[in-house]
């Protein structure tokens, strides 16, 4: 009980200080890219940036909230692409990760639940009190049910109890804790629970197959270091071998080969036009043909150039799909994997966090170049000239004068509904009740055939 409060308490109060500092640099950056846009030169130069903002389910499963980008740039010249995360802005925490309520549980409460297991038929045996316990009227399904039940109290209780306090420190820190973000923590805390009961299970199940409490221990230290650290990172590494993906420089590489073979496609195009044996009266008319032709071709090699970047994308986006199920599929013969994707699902800070945030800002670019555009037709049929007028304020940033933006549009950050998350997260669910399931059938035929002498 001292080990999880001190454990919860502290990732839960350093988690909420990270929310409350975060959200006051997203606010402020939020106000110093308006005023940026307020004091532009014209509408024909305003550009914005667009800030991703922090969410309080962070506080309990940061995921990949610290890794990916945390603001883009939202103008005509520039793609939408998340940048300057947290990491690598400070690689000192990079270096050490964040201790956040989900790492707690994933590899601290995992290994208690095996320390509580690994001697809980095996040391009863080789202690005595096996034999007779069973020298009275108990049967062995009973037995295995006390066995688990105890254990299971022993270990939920203790681990309960700092939750419900950690809730009460949001309240004490007027945390904005919304009706939905409540649901998906207690979703989160039934799926912690699931997971410390799915190694309960096992750790009862490897003390039913062994005589030996020690020899139970080192199995169960071994299929933990397994399933914690290793199976995950081998998934992930057959996966790369098995779905190779083409590297960023190499795709830039094919971008500028094939940016080069369309110059000089356009190039040899352009040389068909000989200026010999022509009179100085047809100069003037090839010349008007030739810078003709060549703004033709020029935008036909734009065309095509956007179009082989798209399809080069396409498919690395396909590989990288690809890649990432294979992944996931391979590192799911992990619980810890099982319960680590489904706790980000429900925080929103899953691996569709960075892919959900740039489509959110393309769209949001697409209303923003939009309203720009408006904006400088107003300006060009109400204006002369910039930083004059004639009855009407105006409209530019210049000699001090700021451009009016109360009716510019607002980026408003992705959402996912609690049916949609609870779905996408229902096999990391599935796949836990099942193992436990297993598990406890399988220690009970094994318990069953046990020799309490």
């Known amino acids: 009980f001292f080990a999880c409060s001190v454990l919860i308490l502290i990732s839960v109060y350093i ?3 990270e929310y409350q500092n975060t959200l006051e640099q997203y606010e402020a950056n939020q106000k110093i890219a308006l005023q940026k846009i307020s004091q532009a030169p014209d509408w024909s130069r305003v550009e914005n940036t667009v800030h991703r903002k922090p969410t309080i389910m962070q506080i309990f499963v940061s995921g990949l909230h610290f890794d990916i980008g945390r603001l883009s740039d939202i103008s005509e010249h520039s793609a939408v692409k998340l940048k300057q995360s947290q990491y690598s802005d400070e690689p000192l925490f990079a270096m050490f990760r964040n201790i956040d309520f989900s790492f707690i549980v994933q590899i601290i409460f995992s290994l208690f639940a095996i320390l509580f297991t690994y001697d809980a038929i095996n040391g009863e045996r080789e202690n005595g009190t ?11 399904a009973k037995y295995l049910i006390a066995k688990f039940s105890g254990i299971w109290l022993g270990l939920v209780i203790p681990l309960l109890i700092p939750i ?3 809730f009460l420190l949001l309240s004490a820190y007027n945390i904005p804790v919304t ?3 409540w649901i998906h923590l207690g ?14 299970g096992i750790g009862i199940l490897v003390s039913t197959i062994t005589r030996s409490s020690s020899l139970s221990f080192l199995l169960l230290l071994v299929i933990w270091i397994g399933g914690v650290f290793i199976v995950p990172r081998l998934g992930i590494m057959a996966a790369a071998q098995l779905v190779p993906v083409e590297s960023i420089a190499q795709i830039e590489a094919k971008k500028q080969a094939y940016r080069q073979a369309q110059l000089n496609e356009m190039y040899s195009k352009l040389n068909k036009f000989n200026k010999t044996n022509i009179t100085k009266g047809e100069e003037n008319a090839l010349l008007d043909k030739i810078d003709k032709e060549s703004k033709n071709l020029h935008k036909e090699m734009e065309i095509n150039i956007l179009n082989n970047n798209r399809r080069l994308l396409e498919h690395l986006n396909n590989k990288k799909i690809a890649q990432q199920k294979l992944a996931l599929k391979l590192a799911r013969f992990s619980p810890v994997t099982s319960f680590k994707l489904g706790a980000m699902k429900l925080a929103a800070t899953d691996l569709e966090l960075k892919s959900r945030y740039e489509e959110s800002m393309r769209t949001y670019r697409d209303d923003f ?5 408006k904006k400088r037709e107003e300006t060009n049929g109400n204006h002369s000239s910039f930083g004059s007028f004639s009855g009407s304020e105006p409209k530019n940033g210049r000699d001090g004068i700021k451009l009016d933006t109360s ?7 992705p959402t996912l509904d609690t049916s949609e998350i609870f779905a996408s997260s229902l096999k990391d669910f599935s796949f836990l009740l099942i193992s436990v399931m297993l598990s406890f059938v399988a220690s009970f035929f094994a318990f069953l055939r046990y020799d309490v002498r």
Do not use: C, P, R, W
């Open 187 to 200: 979703i989160l805390v039934g799926l912690t629970i699931l997971y410390i009961t799915l190694f309960i």
């Open 407 to 413: 009716d510019m549009l607002k980026f408003t950050s």
């Open 15 to 17: 988690g909420i200080n």
């Open 130 to 140: 096996l034999k007779l316990a069973f020298a009275n009227s108990v049967s062995k």
């Open 164 to 166: 419900l306090i950690a």
């Open 369 to 373: 170049i939009q309203y720009i555009g």
């Open 179 to 181: 009706n939905t973000e």
